[in-house]
Nanobody, 124 residues
Framework: QVQLVESGGGLVQAGGSLRLSCAASGRTFNNYAMGWFRQAPGKEREFVAT????????YYADSVKGRFTISRDNAKNTVYLQMNSLKPEDTAVYYC?????????????????WGQGTQVTVSS
């Protein structure tokens, strides 16, 4: 059974940093792209960042470009999201996802497996 478990969320002041982790189990995801999405209260789930199977290709939403960095460690079956210069508008539940393709994608319906999410709250 495929399982994705996010961790690293919490409460941080504006301008601070957090590092999210997503550990995958149940199968090897080394050949699959992985991504992060987020959903704020009353809003639709939105794309944040994605990384290709090798880590060689990344893509970010404009709202986080230059502040967030996605990376992966295939030996650990884990993807990370380093979030710097956090803003109150970054407050959301953050989800990691796996796409059964080597290539990146920025829409939720292109991903096949999802974690349960981790809450990130940025205070002003």
């Amino acid at each position: 059974q495929v399982q994705l478990v996010e961790s690293g969320g919490g409460l941080v002041q504006a301008g601070g940093s957090l590092r999210l982790s997503c550990a995958a189990s149940g199968r090897t995801f080394n050949n699959y792209a992985m991504g992060w999405f987020r959903q704020a209260p009353g809003k639709e789930r939105e794309f944040v960042a994605t990384v290709s199977w090798s880590g060689g290709s990344t893509y970010y939403a404009d709202s986080v470009k230059g502040r967030f960095t996605i990376s992966r460690d295939n030996a650990k079956n884990t993807v990370y999201l380093q979030m710097n210069s956090l803003k109150p508008e970054d407050t959301a539940v953050y989800y990691c996802a796996v796409r059964r393709s080597r290539n990146v994608a920025a829409t939720a319906n292109e991903y096949d497996y999802w974690g349960q999410g981790t809450q990130v709250t940025v205070s002003s």
